[in-house]
């Protein structure tokens, strides 16, 4: 029988809805798992347990599985990055380890209206920077098929805690590529939402027009469902799309024959390992014989998509982490009577260095004399870079590239090394200067670790990409397997 943590969100529903489960036997079950492993993994920042039994409760109380939303008493963690009203929010970070929001989030919000259950806050690279969670100010979270290795980042703690059971899903945020590609790296599904489809309202900043939230999930129905209950306008969010938002579960209807598949030739490039090559090659093979048409293009573009995005995103994030500075919220030296001194001494403290080094290139990239050199020329590589995917786009429904060129590299492998770090999202990041979306489904195993299947799309085409992403899951196996912890 399948341990109650290892369920799917809507296998627990079902069993909710049967009443043969309760909600608190589901939390309990997580819980447990969550004190099994969690020395091992490390996926959280805070575990919510006594709010999670008490929302638990007082579902069962209530009955509210019969007609209530398919999330209803189910344990979900949140990536410490978005606002919990009374719940620790600390970005991973020394300058926000004291930080207690007094609101939540929209997409809190709206797991809350769902009758969602909190189990925690996951544990992250620092204010979203990162692509291993190594950069966390607390501890590095590990892959939960093996724990030698990175589970990705920055969202890595939600991923290793849906695929470690310690949550039935998640929420992560996506920057470039910080919810596909530690998904892909533990072996389960994830969506990055077309930007402004999801509220970024209460969502600490990092990059702001890159920044979106969405679901870490086991299948890609459970994907469907989240991003049911996240997506939709927010007049709180200036960025917020303005859309009447389908019901993505009816995209779930497995047949993808005569839908036009680009596959990028630039994405396969040198840096691809052979194992992960070999079960792409094998994932278009299935595509082909569900009846997808397949066929190799040329983006030309791509191949300046990482050096643009680390000039905005830097930028950004020097702009958005200005308001640090040791007065209104967050970490504070207080022990001199120079206000300067003070902000200096506050930043360095409450910053790690990978923080410190994104500040440092993005104040560089806006300053006086090289602003129009760096930041104006990476704006304009960013205009051609979504025009070029604008164009495919007219003529595939959608694209298929590996989510990483590698399975989960060794903790410590490329923490000196910057640049091969940061060649980790390499595949991911061309959608989020695009803006479009992208989700992400095992699709296979090199060296016994995790391989992701990317399918990216136009704006607004989540209904395909779920589409393709579960005709992809139905005819095959990988999405039930499991790490032996």
């Known amino acids: 029988m399948t341990a109650l943590y290892d369920l799917t969100a809507h296998q627990a529903h079902d069993l909710l809805q049967r009443g043969e489960i309760n909600s608190e036997e589901l939390t309990q079950d997580c819980l447990r798992r969550i004190r099994e492993v969690e020395p091992q993994v490390k996926a959280f920042v805070t575990v919510t347990e006594e709010l999670a039994l008490e929302q638990a409760r007082t579902l069962d109380r209530e009955h509210s599985f019969s007609n209530g939303s398919p999330l209803a008493g189910i344990p979900v963690q949140i990536k410490d ?27 809190t919000e709206r797991l809350y209206a769902n009758n969602a ?182 983006l030309p573009t791509t191949k300046y998509a990482l050096a643009c995005y680390y000039i905005i995103a830097p930028s950004e994030c020097s702009a958005n982490l200005a308001r640090y500075d040791g007065v209104k919220f967050g970490h504070s030296y207080l022990d001199t009577d120079s206000m300067w001194e003070a902000m200096e001494l506050t930043r360095q403290e409450g910053f790690g260095p ?61 923490t000196q090394d910057p640049v091969q770090m940061y060649l980790s999202d390499i595949c991911t990041i061309p959608a989020n200067i695009a803006g479009t979306p992208a989700i992400t489904v095992p699709c296979g195993f090199s060296e016994g670790l995790p391989v992701g299947l990317q399918i990216m799309g136009p704006m607004l085409s989540e209904p395909t990409l779920l589409r393709l992403g579960y005709a992809y899951e139905q005819a095959t196996e990988w999405h039930k397997h499991r790490p032996q912890l």
Request: hydrophobic share 40%; net charge negative; proline share 5%.
């Open 81 to 107: 990055v978005m606002c919990t009203e009374g719940i620790p929010t600390t970005c991973s970070s020394r300058m926000l380890e004291n930080f207690i929001p007094p609101y939540n989030a929209t997409v």
């Open 117 to 298: 259950v909190l189990v925690g806050k996951g544990n992250m690279d620092e204010f979203a920077m990162g692509s291993s969670t190594e950069n966390s100010a607390f501890y590095t979270t590990r892959n939960p098929w093996d724990t030698e290795r990175v589970p990705g980042g920055s969202s890595g703690g939600s991923a290793a805690a849906v695929a470690s059971g310690e949550a039935i899903y998640a929420l992560g945020s996506d920057t470039g590529g910080s919810i596909r590609q530690p998904a892909a790296l533990c072996g389960i599904v994830a969506l990055k939402p077309t930007y402004g489809l999801v509220s970024r309202y209460g969502l600490i900043a990092f990059a702001s027009s890159l920044d979106q939230i969405g679901p870490m999930t086991k299948d890609v129905t459970d994907a469907a469902l989240v991003l049911n209950a996240i997506a939709g306008h927010d007049a709180r969010d200036s960025t917020s799309i303005d859309i009447q938002v389908p019901d993505y579960t009816k995209s779930l209807a497995g047949d993808v024959k005569g839908l036009k598949i680009g596959v990028p030739k630039e994405y396969f490039g040198k840096g691809t390992q052979p194992g992960v090559q070999e079960a792409l090659d094998a994932a278009m093979s299935v595509l082909e014989g569900l009846g997808a048409h397949l066929e190799e293009i040329s």
């Open 354 to 414: 990978e923080v410190k080094r994104r500040i440092m290139l993005g104040t560089y990239a806006l300053s006086s004399g090289y602003y129009d050199a760096y930041y104006l020329k990476a704006q304009k590589v960013r205009t051609l870079i979504r025009r070029e995917l604008e164009e495919a786009f007219q003529q595939f429904d959608a694209l298929v590239t590996p989510t990483s060129p590698t399975v989960a590299f060794r903790l410590g492998e490329r």
